[in-house]
């Protein structure tokens, strides 16, 4: 399968008695579904799929999957801290109709992880699911990277089809794409490094900022891929300064808050993540103005 484009990594939102709120989520996706997204990810770190049961992911699963339109794609977070775990996710965003597997790398035993152990956990996983599985190196949440060399490595695997880096090193990215074959799908995870990852050969975005901003993260990826750079460098600018504000300094509690703002449903994180103080939300709300008036509520 092909991936291609902007993907809105969905958060997930909570009633007032601390529940995930089903309806909430639904509201948000039939929203989604009016824009130009490529899709959607369903449990992944925007997604705060750490602080879920298991009942909830299942739920969210569900909701995501009935709520999405045709021709979505549509991928699931399934990885876990066991191989088999990991597995048993896989086999269930399959049972649901998931088109792809994000798996991220297992961190607990950080110093226990080396190459080769990362490669024989993703051979098992890949062997084993039923729908293609998709690379999650997200270090700066995880403490452990995939190097270009273990990409590399697995990109051999048939059932692996690319990675979601979410480093934001564009070096880096730029060291997968030179060492995987050019079928192998490499999607980037920082807003603020959108433009120079495509520019280098990233096929798309899996973006939190895409929960509040999603038109203006698939305009920057049309601007590209209809070779307006110009515009596109422009466009990277305001995204790059949103991305640090709202997503890098602020958290998911940051990108609800603007969801709040732009009309879709956002709400409070899930403890121990703390919601925003107001003088966080003065800050959003007056960065917000600036890129559209219209859209900041009282």
Same mark, same amino acid.
């Given at each position: 399968?092909?991936?291609?484009?902007?993907?809105?990594?969905? %958060? &997930?939102?909570?009633?007032?008695?601390?529940?995930?709120?089903?309806?909430?989520?639904?509201?948000?996706?039939?929203?989604?579904?009016?824009?130009?997204?490529?899709?959607?990810?369903?449990?992944?770190?925007?997604?705060?799929?750490?602080?879920?049961?298991?009942?909830?992911?299942?739920?969210?699963?569900? %909701?995501?999957?009935?709520?999405?339109?045709?021709?979505?794609?549509?991928?699931?977070?399934?990885? +876990?801290?066991? &191989?088999?775990? &990991?597995?048993?996710?896989?086999?269930? +965003?399959?049972?649901?109709?998931?088109?792809?597997?994000?798996?991220?790398?297992?961190?607990?035993?950080?110093?226990?992880?080396?190459?080769?152990?990362?490669i024989a956990h993703y051979r098992r996983v890949a062997?084993?699911?039923?729908?293609?599985?998709?690379?999650?190196?997200?270090?700066?949440? %995880?403490?452990?990277?995939?190097?270009?060399?273990?990409?590399?490595?697995?990109?051999?695997?048939?059932?692996?089809?690319?990675?979601?880096?979410?480093?934001?090193?564009?070096?880096?990215?730029?060291?997968?794409?030179?060492? &995987?074959?050019?079928?192998?799908?490499?999607?980037?995870?920082?807003?603020?490094?959108?433009?120079?990852?495509?520019?280098?050969?990233?096929?798309?975005?899996?973006? +939190?900022? +895409?929960?509040?901003?999603?038109?203006?993260?698939?305009?920057?990826?049309?601007?590209?891929?209809?070779?307006?750079?110009?515009?596109?460098?422009?466009?990277?600018?305001?995204?790059?300064?949103?991305?640090?504000?709202?997503?890098?300094?602020?958290?998911?509690?940051?990108?609800?808050?603007?969801?709040?703002?732009?009309?879709?449903?956002?709400?409070?994180?899930?403890?121990?993540?703390?919601?925003?103080?107001?003088?966080?939300?003065?800050?959003?709300?007056?960065?917000?103005?600036?890129?559209?008036?219209?859209?900041?509520?009282?």
């Open positions: 399968m092909i991936v291609c484009g902007v993907f809105a990594a969905l %958060t &997930t939102p909570y009633a007032r008695d601390g529940s995930v709120s089903l309806p909430d989520l639904k509201n948000n996706v039939q929203r989604y579904n009016q824009t130009d997204l490529a899709g959607y990810v369903a449990l992944g770190s925007t997604g705060e799929s750490v602080l879920l049961s298991r009942a909830e992911m299942d739920g969210i699963l569900i %909701t995501v999957r009935e709520a999405a339109v045709k021709g979505k794609t549509l991928l699931a977070g399934a990885g +876990a801290e066991s &191989t088999a775990e &990991t597995i048993e996710r896989t086999k269930r +965003a399959a049972e649901l109709g998931y088109d792809a597997a994000l798996v991220k790398t297992p961190c607990y035993y950080k110093p226990a992880y080396k190459p080769e152990v990362l062997d084993e699911s039923p729908i293609p599985v998709l690379l999650y190196s997200i270090p700066q949440f %995880t403490g452990v990277a995939l190097a270009a060399a273990e990409v590399a490595a697995l990109a051999e695997h048939r059932n692996i089809m690319g990675i979601k880096d979410s480093s934001g090193n564009v070096q880096g990215v730029g060291e997968i794409i030179a060492a &995987t074959p050019p079928a192998f799908q490499v999607l980037v995870g920082s807003a603020a490094t959108m433009y120079p990852s495509l520019a280098i050969g990233a096929r798309g975005a899996i973006l +939190a900022l +895409a929960c509040a901003l999603p038109e203006k993260c698939v305009a920057l990826f049309e601007l590209l891929r209809q070779g307006h750079h110009e515009k596109a460098r422009e466009l990277q600018s305001v995204l790059a300064r949103a991305s640090k504000l709202i997503v890098s300094e602020m958290g998911i509690a940051g990108v609800k808050h603007v969801m709040d703002q732009r009309g879709y449903r956002g709400g409070l994180p899930r403890l121990p993540l703390l919601p925003l103080q107001q003088e966080q939300k003065k800050r959003l709300n007056d960065f917000l103005a600036t890129m559209e008036p219209a859209a900041v509520r009282a």
